[in-house]
């Protein structure tokens, strides 16, 4: 980060979307360090960035392709300063199961990384409620996620 650059954390906005694709861009929004850019319920697709380490966008990147097989797609392509930009794609039709879906896994995605062995402790709703903790934030991936990780390249 530049010297003249200025901290900056993900709040959550009001924006008009497309009513057919609001419930996956809310389930979404409501991940924290991940932000919805833009949407449409035609193409039926969301995109957006994980505010995170490389290694842990690249983490869920793997984990949420797996676990959306059959709903809808996850790619993400080069958004530049080690960052990626996602886009989540699947079949109108299938939008309120693709919603469902992304509810339960970002919540078991995210006590994955904030939970596992080498970080703090607690629920994973503390977690949930605490996920820019300094100590959390400026920290590299935990040996967990290193090792899911690899196991998910195999």
């Not at 991940?34 to 697709?45: K, N, P, Q, R, V």
């Not at 530049?80 to 989540?88: A, P, Q, V, Y």
Request: overall charge negative; glycine content about 6%.
């Amino acid at each position: 980060m530049s010297e003249s650059a200025h901290r900056q954390s993900c709040v959550r906005v009001n924006a008009l979307v497309d009513q057919g694709i609001a419930s996956l861009v809310e389930a979404l929004s409501n991940f924290p360090c991940l932000c919805t850019l833009s949407s449409c319920e035609g193409g039926a697709f969301v995109t957006f960035r994980f505010e995170r380490p490389l290694r842990e966008q690249a983490l869920l990147l793997c984990w949420l392709s797996r676990q959306i097989v059959g709903l809808g797609d996850l790619t993400a392509e080069w958004g530049g300063r080690d960052s990626l930009m996602f886009t989540l794609r699947c079949h109108p039709a299938s939008i309120i199961s693709l919603c469902s879906k992304v509810e339960s896994v970002l919540t078991d995605f995210h006590s994955l990384l904030c939970d596992s062995p080498g970080r703090e402790s607690g629920s994973s709703q503390d977690s949930m409620n605490h996920p820019l903790k300094p100590e959390y934030h400026d920290q590299p991936a935990s040996p967990f996620a290193d090792r899911m990780l690899r196991a998910v390249q195999e």
